[in-house]
């Protein structure tokens, strides 16, 4: 019998405490804050689902799961399923893992972290080619701030070297808050311990599979692409900014749940015009009924 491969499944990782945003944060998630005419969770969610990723784990603070379920409910009326999970304690990004393992189950699966947005004409392509990669892929962005993040760099025999908020970074690329892995991650997660924060790192998770040769797919994300790391009130106001020049400029909406699910075929004309007509929001209404037509 030909074996089938399973259809990737996809986290947001949507707690944390938000501190730099304080005092906002104190009682609403950073995910559920606006960026132009949206709520923040809106853009990775719509970057799972244009990877084609229906089944999607929400994971977030017991304080905000309800304003979350109230949002998206269970994705169903977009042709998805989105389910929810609580992280009690923030311990790092490879914690989804820990958190999300019976929701992954034996499927691979896609990590975006809740603060991230990416835009770009290829990066659906680009995702497509992750979601064929057998291993691991990770997302580079070159950026004036890499000590920001982790870094990845490449020697001239190709060599791949990862550091986590290096004091003197070895490259200028980034890597971003978008992770593919296959289902062997949960065991990976396994055997990271927690760094001098008292965190897990996402860096020592993708060296174990660095360590085993080949296993690493580095995607670029180059000219043509933005990555937006909102994680701060000016990158917040930056995003926004963003998102109302291009669609301006464009007539387009960016990150709109609906337009994406029936672009996939995840919903017909019937529902889209159902949903269109339940917005409260004309202008967004009669963009969404402009699809049909």
Same mark, same amino acid.
């Given at each position: 019998?030909?074996? %089938?491969?399973?259809?990737r499944? /996809?986290?947001?990782?949507?707690?944390?405490?938000?501190?730099?945003? !304080?005092?906002?944060?104190? %009682?609403?998630?950073?995910?559920?804050?606006?960026?132009y005419?949206?709520?923040?969770?809106?853009?990775? $969610?719509?970057?799972?689902?244009?990877?084609?990723i229906?089944? %999607?784990?929400?994971?977030?603070?017991? @304080?905000?799961?309800?304003?979350?379920?109230?949002?998206?409910? @269970?994705?169903?009326?977009?042709?998805?399923?989105?389910?929810?999970?609580?992280?009690?304690?923030?311990?790092?990004?490879? &914690?989804?893992? #820990?958190?999300?393992?019976?929701?992954?189950?034996?499927?691979s699966?896609?990590?975006?972290?809740?603060? *991230?947005?990416? !835009?770009?004409?290829?990066?659906?392509?680009?995702?497509?080619?992750a979601?064929?990669?057998?291993?691991?892929?990770?997302?580079?962005? &070159?950026?004036?701030?890499?000590?920001? !993040?982790?870094?990845?760099?490449?020697?001239?025999?190709?060599?791949?070297?990862?550091?986590?908020?290096?004091?003197?970074?070895?490259?200028? $690329?980034?890597?971003?808050?978008?992770?593919?892995?296959?289902n062997? %991650?949960?065991? !990976?997660?396994?055997k990271?311990?927690?760094?001098?924060?008292?965190?897990?790192?996402? #860096?020592?998770?993708?060296?174990?599979?660095?360590?085993?040769?080949?296993?690493?797919n580095?995607?670029?994300?180059?000219?043509?692409?933005?990555?937006?790391d909102?994680?701060?009130?000016?990158?917040?106001?930056?995003?926004?900014?963003?998102?109302?020049?291009?669609?301006?400029?464009? /007539?387009?909406?960016?990150?709109?749940?609906e337009?994406?699910?029936?672009?996939?075929?995840?919903?017909?004309?019937?529902?889209?015009?159902? $949903?269109?007509?339940?917005?409260?929001?004309? @202008?967004?209404? *009669?963009?969404?009924?402009?699809?049909?037509?």
């Amino acid at each position: 019998m030909r074996n %089938v491969k399973k259809k990737r499944k /996809g986290i947001i990782l949507a707690g944390g405490l938000g501190t730099r945003l !304080y005092p906002t944060t104190k %009682v609403v998630s950073k995910q559920l804050l606006m960026i132009y005419d949206k709520p923040l969770i809106y853009y990775p $969610l719509s970057t799972l689902m244009l990877a084609n990723i229906k089944e %999607v784990l929400i994971i977030t603070s017991p @304080n905000d799961l309800e304003l979350f379920k109230r949002l998206l409910g @269970n994705g169903k009326e977009w042709g998805m399923k989105i389910e929810y999970a609580i992280q009690k304690k923030p311990a790092g990004l490879p &914690q989804a893992f #820990t958190i999300g393992k019976n929701f992954i189950g034996n499927s691979s699966v896609a990590l975006i972290l809740g603060d *991230n947005i990416f !835009y770009g004409s290829e990066l659906v392509k680009k995702m497509k080619k992750a979601d064929q990669f057998e291993f691991a892929t990770v997302f580079a962005y &070159q950026t004036n701030h890499p000590e920001r !993040y982790g870094v990845i760099s490449l020697s001239k025999s190709n060599d791949i070297k990862i550091e986590e908020k290096p004091k003197k970074p070895k490259s200028n $690329l980034a890597i971003t808050g978008l992770y593919f892995f296959n289902n062997q %991650v949960i065991n !990976y997660v396994k055997k990271i311990k927690p760094s001098k924060r008292g965190e897990l790192e996402i #860096t020592d998770l993708i060296k174990l599979y660095i360590n085993k040769k080949s296993m690493l797919n580095i995607e670029m994300l180059g000219r043509g692409f933005a990555w937006l790391d909102t994680g701060s009130f000016d990158t917040m106001l930056d995003a926004s900014t963003f998102v109302r020049t291009i669609q301006e400029r464009q /007539g387009l909406i960016i990150a709109s749940p609906e337009e994406i699910s029936y672009r996939n075929g995840w919903i017909n004309k019937i529902k889209l015009n159902k $949903l269109a007509n339940n917005q409260k929001n004309i @202008n967004y209404k *009669n963009y969404l009924l402009s699809l049909i037509k």
